[in-house]
């Protein structure tokens, strides 16, 4: 008796405590639903959530969805403060987070914490995800003979591999990328349903069991049978023996040879139909090339970066085996880069030289991606094929950076790999679906379908029929992703550019509104919404320069002066028109701009440039041209002309490339200003030539001449800026590529001015189809609200 009634009472005192408890219990914990947008899909989130839960003690789940990632989260106060501060101030290296949602729903009690699959509800809305270097982890693993990798040359994780380059839609999940094809075995299964494996939901992990097969194929098809790892060792020979290679890479095919190989690279060239047109070389490791060259922190840094682009490096000082006068025929400088993929690491292991690496591609057409496309194109350049059978769904060239010699400003030459296809900076909103077409030279197209701003990869010249397919591609393919047609379309006032004309077609068939934006009003616009300066209350003065811009007076521009100010963009000023002759040859034969410049004296000096067939026929063009251009690429024709520089154009902007490659530096005491007066408030173009042409003849160092020319452009853009009393300058356009015009600019602006150039886009055309949606949200849209 004695003994029941004691058990009874410590059984309802067991009971009493357990209420008490939970009641407490419950008190303390709550439920929170967390919304992360931004670049988190594919970048290992989820597993990196699911880590964070573990360590700090919560229960709920986490999904991707079609705004970025979901998580509901039971926990106490604290611990939930604890991990939302560690998840927004720690989150997963190549992840970016754009916007984050807090927000206490009613009590859930999860029992566990659980990554649960994708839900997708609606439309896509968030960032999507771009290529990743390969991870140092990674790259151990395949040098590594433990390992079951060893030798893979398609190893990832979560941080690194290809993404957007194997995306077909979103969420990123692996049946939504071309790994659909490949099915996990049960040893990368076990990797990817382990919590504490760093391939926990790797969308991208295969082995060689069961991933991606590589192949070595003679240049007629046939299949060379030898095992993986004989594979990279009998390329890496094939290379030193002097052939060239096609492989297959994540982004599309590289040709390669070796870069210390003169007859290989002259017989490259002339296959390729590039004759001058500077090769990258794809060095095997840091280490070795800063033996050879010394890097800057920034250098060094891009060079290692996620993105990993192409640098370019001044070769002075250079202490390795180049063979320069092939690879940058004229030049001082070297587009650079490391090894980004497993395949290129592997080849680099076995080679440990240096090797070009170039797009594999005819000139002037788009990168290949496709196996039997690269056969049919590249047999009779290629001696040997590296394919794979993994699909690249979306081709892209490598992309390009260069840093300024004395100030390290930073300039983006090509965007492509690792940057496509996201644009992060865009802070506007809008209802309005808007696809702007970009213009002719260096495509892109920028797509808002949503909260989120799209920039396409680098596309190329779309008067090539193969880069206007690939345009007209994305075109479809971004209105597929996103499930959304624009309700605007923004193209060029060029009536004769591809994508203009493209754009006015499915304008129509879209029934869309069509918009057409002028050239360097859409540079301008650009490089005001790269750095946020719509709201500005001052005047901004945008110096707008490049080779060619259909002009409102139907007249082609290229050296344009504007002011923003309360909502409105006006040309103040520009370079004195002087004759466009013979259409697109102007732009192809920098001595054309010469001749169109000269006057009696100087015609009479170049005439050695023409034939007397052609020069007669030129001078009777002059006559009665009626065409006028105000380009600043032009004058830097004539000067590259003048100085014997470069008379015809092998690739786009030669000359103006060669020209600055002329000088390494500058200096300041030397240089003199050409420019002597305005006539009618415009620029006296011929005045600056003419003045040029007296010290050519005076025998002035060529050098000098060249540092006085950028000089004077410099003093031009202030003494603009102080007539009009402005102190912010913004800069766009292709001449803005020139880092040295770029460091006297910053040098003599002192504290007077400050000075805005392109940063996350690329200064050349690539930025127009930003600009023309940046001119649409501001200019247009903007006075109909
Ligand atoms: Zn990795
Ligand atoms: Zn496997």
């Known amino acids: 008796m004695e003994l029941k009634a004691y058990s009874i ?25 967390i919304e992360i947008s931004g670049r988190v899909q594919g970048v290992g989130f989820r597993p990196y959530i699911y880590t964070l839960s573990q360590k700090i003690n919560v229960n709920g789940t986490v999904s991707n969805n079609e705004n970025g990632v979901i998580i509901y989260l039971t926990g106490s106060d604290k611990n939930i403060q604890l991990f939302y501060t560690e998840l927004i101030q720690f989150p997963p290296p190549v992840s970016q987070i754009k916007e984050s949602k807090i927000e206490e729903i009613s009590f859930q009690d999860f029992h566990n914490f659980q990554i649960v699959p994708s839900i997708k509800r609606g439309k896509l809305n968030l960032s999507l995800t771009p290529d990743f270097a390969i991870c140092e982890t990674c790259k151990e693993e395949i040098a590594d003979s433990n390992n079951r990798r060893f030798y893979y040359p398609f190893t ?16 990123f999940e692996r049946e939504n990328t071309s790994l659909q094809s490949f099915k996990m075995c049960d040893s990368c299964y076990e990797e990817y349903t382990d919590p504490s494996n760093r391939r926990f939901h790797s969308q991208t992990n295969s082995c060689q069991n069961c991933g991606i097969t590589i192949s070595l194929h003679k240049s007629d098809g046939s299949q060379i049978n030898i095992p993986l790892y004989e594979i990279f060792k009998e390329v890496a020979a094939l290379i030193k023996k002097g052939k060239i290679i096609a492989i297959k890479n994540t982004g599309g ?5 070796d870069a210390n190989n003169k007859e290989i690279i002259k017989k490259l060239r002339k296959s390729k139909k590039r004759p001058r047109k500077p090769f990258a070389v794809l060095y095997p490791s840091l280490p070795l090339l800063e033996l050879h060259l010394s890097l ?117 030459y090509r965007r492509s790999r690792g940057y496509a296809p996201n644009y992060f900076n865009f802070k506007d909103k809008t209802n309005e679906k808007i696809m702007a077409m970009g213009g002719g030279l260096k495509s892109t197209i920028a797509f808002l379908p949503n909260d989120h701003l799209y920039i396409s990869q680098y596309l190329g010249n779309l008067e090539h029929y193969d880069v206007y397919e690939r345009f007209v591609k994305i075109t479809n393919y971004f209105t597929e992703l996103f499930e959304e047609k624009p309700s605007v379309i ?104 010469l001749f ?61 490339i060669l020209l600055e490659n002329q000088i390494t530096n500058y200096d300041l005491n030397k240089c003199k200003n050409y420019h002597e007066s305005f006539i009618d408030g415009v620029i006296d173009t011929k005045s600056i030539l003419k003045n040029i042409f007296s010290d050519y003849k005076s025998s002035v160092d060529k050098q000098e001449i060249i540092q006085s020319f950028l000089y004077t452009l410099t003093l031009l853009i202030f003494k603009i800026a102080r007539q009009n009393n402005i102190q912010k300058i913004a800069m766009s356009g292709g001449v803005f590529q020139n880092t040295v015009l770029m460091d006297m600019l910053k040098e003599l602006s002192g504290k007077e001015f400050k000075l805005f150039f392109n940063h996350n886009l690329a200064p050349n055309d690539e930025n127009i189809s930003f600009g023309q949606l940046m001119y649409y949200l501001h200019f247009i849209d903007f006075s109909n609200k």
Request: glycine content about 8%; hydrophobic content about 40%; charged content about 25%.
């Open 253 to 257: 095919y590289l040709l390669c040879c």
């Open 490 to 593: 923004l193209i060029d006032k060029h009536p004769g550019y591809q994508s203009t004309q493209y754009g006015k077609e499915i304008s129509k068939k879209w029934q869309t509104d069509l918009i057409s934006i002028q050239h360097h009003k859409a540079h301008f616009a650009a490089i005001l919404g790269e750095h946020h300066l719509f709201n500005c209350k001052e005047k901004v003065l945008g110096v707008i320069w490049d080779g060619t811009g259909y002009g409102d007076d139907k007249n082609i521009w290229g050296g344009e002066f504007f002011t923003f100010h309360k909502n409105e963009i006006d040309r103040l000023t520009h370079f004195a028109y002087f004759d466009w002759l013979a259409g697109d040859k102007m732009s192809k034969e920098p001595r054309l701009s």
């Open 156 to 171: 990832t994780c979560v941080n690194c591999g290809p993404r957007w380059a194997v995306t077909k839609t979103f969420p």
């Open 596 to 656: 169109s410049l000269a006057d009696d004296e100087v015609e009479n000096h170049i005439v050695g440039k023409f034939s007397k067939n052609e020069i007669a026929i030129y001078k009777s063009i002059k006559k009665k041209n009626k065409l006028k251009t105000s380009s600043v690429g032009r004058l830097f024709d004539a000067v590259a002309s003048l100085l014997g520089i470069c008379d015809i154009n092998t690739y786009e902007g030669e000359a103006a």
């Open 9 to 33: 009472f410590w059984v309802s005192f067991f009971i009493f405590l357990k209420l008490v408890q939970s009641k407490i219990g419950n008190q303390m914990l709550k439920t929170v639903k």
């Open 296 to 412: 800057n922190k920034q250098q060094r840094k891009a060079l290692k970066s996620t993105e990993r682009p192409i640098v370019i490096l001044q070769k002075k000082d250079f202490k390795g085996d180049l063979a320069f006068a092939e690879l940058i025929p004229g030049l001082n400088q070297i587009g650079i880069m490391l090894p980004y993929s497993g395949i290129l690491q592997l080849l680099a292991e076995e080679l440990k030289i240096s090797i070009v690496a170039t797009s594999g591609n005819l000139h002037g057409s788009p990168i290949i991606s496709n196996n039997e496309q690269a056969e049919k194109i590249l047999s009779g350049i290629a001696d040997y094929f590296m394919h794979h059978d993994l699909e690249i769904t979306n081709p892209q060239d490598d992309s390009v950076v260069k840093f300024s010699a004395k100030y390290q400003q930073e300039v983006l």
